[in-house]
């Protein structure tokens, strides 16, 4: 008997919460689990909820709402024995993405019901926990802008991409990675990021060959470039073949330290946070329990994914277990026969 909680944030996210709730039953019946649905009330009460469940000694922790809360839910539950479970509703779903985790209700509540759980690693930026991507430069200005604004979505992020884009400015960095052997470099850099997982969300790959279960973070330097020179970085993001720009400096770590000449904005993923302008950025290998995929699907382009996605879950309500089927097909029958009776 697994006790799974599922958290769910009803104002977060693009899908209906509601919809979501009623089909838990279906996927997880009462003979193998023991499921609780929690609502969050405030900003901070899905870590509340989730460090509860940590002291009760639940199972799985399922978030179901946008990518705040999958990420405060996730910071509550490193250094403890409950498994992480995701139904992503957000505009972004990177950690969702990268677990190949179904995009729609349907696929991830299977996924979880199956109970695949692996330990898994995440970084830490000055402290504050991420699992996908955290860093400096262009990426953390935007997500500052991108918060400000108060709009949600792909369409607003990459219209705020365009638009600030044109007239940022790169910095100088100093990049010291810690170890046996300590080395130091400058960079004039767009961004640098420090990645666990291997994108930023939506299937922008700026880490392609990154793996939460390796021990190291993969840092992408991308140094400044020029406004020609945009659609062929945004392609490559998209199809996983950012490492092949010459204008890509990568390199894996587990410690690093980022300096810069002023205090200026972090992002954790993709969540904005003031620093200093001294940057401590590592790995923690295997210290946080995570629902995955067992039956994951190769990678396929994203316009191809999208409609993957969209078949999926249409597609999904129709496809009934052998019992289910097989009762439709008997009633199905004697109807038949009842109809051929004088």
Request: charged share 25%; glycine share 8%.
């Amino acid at each position: 008997m697994k006790r799974i909680w599922f958290i769910v944030n009803p104002i977060s996210g693009t899908h209906d919460k509601k919809g979501i709730v009623a089909k838990i039953p279906e996927y997880f019946p009462e003979c193998r689990f023991a499921t609780e649905i929690k609502y969050t009330e405030y900003s901070g009460h899905a870590a509340e909820i989730a460090r509860m469940a940590v002291e009760q000694g639940v199972d799985i922790v399922v978030a179901i709402g946008g990518d705040g809360t999958v990420n405060e839910t996730a910071r509550a539950l490193i250094h403890s024995n409950v498994a992480l479970g995701i139904v992503p509703c957000g505009s972004g779903n990177g950690l969702a993405r990268h677990l190949f985790l179904p995009m729609n209700p349907d696929g991830a509540l299977q996924v979880i019901s199956e109970c695949n759980i692996h330990t898994l690693d995440y970084g830490l930026i000055n402290g504050l926990p991420f699992f996908c991507t955290a860093g400096v430069g262009f990426d953390a200005f935007l997500s500052d802008r991108f918060n400000k604004s108060g709009k949600r979505g792909l369409l607003s992020y990459i219209e705020n991409a365009l638009t600030e884009g044109v007239s940022y400015e790169p910095e100088t960095y100093e990049l010291e990675i810690l170890g046996e052997e300590s080395e130091v470099k400058t960079y004039r850099a767009f961004l640098i990021t420090c990645a666990n997982a291997s994108q930023y969300g939506n299937d922008f790959y700026i880490a392609p060959h990154a793996s939460m279960s390796d021990g190291l973070m993969d840092v992408t330097i991308m140094e400044p470039f020029t406004v020609f020179e945009t659609p062929q970085i945004a392609y490559q993001l998209v199809h996983k073949t950012i490492t092949q720009n010459s204008h890509i400096k990568t390199f894996r770590c587990k410690d690093l330290i980022i300096r810069r000449t002023k205090p200026g904005v972090i992002h954790v993923d993709g969540d904005p946070k003031d620093s200093e302008s001294e940057v401590r950025v590592s790995l923690v290998p295997k210290d946080i329990r995570m629902v995955v995929n067992a039956n994951k699907q190769p990678w396929q382009p994203p316009l191809l994914r999208m409609f993957t996605d969209i078949y999926t879950g249409v597609s999904a309500p129709f496809k009934q277990t052998p019992k289910k089927i097989s009762k439709i097909n008997d009633e199905l029958l004697n109807k038949l026969r009842r109809k051929d009776q004088p």
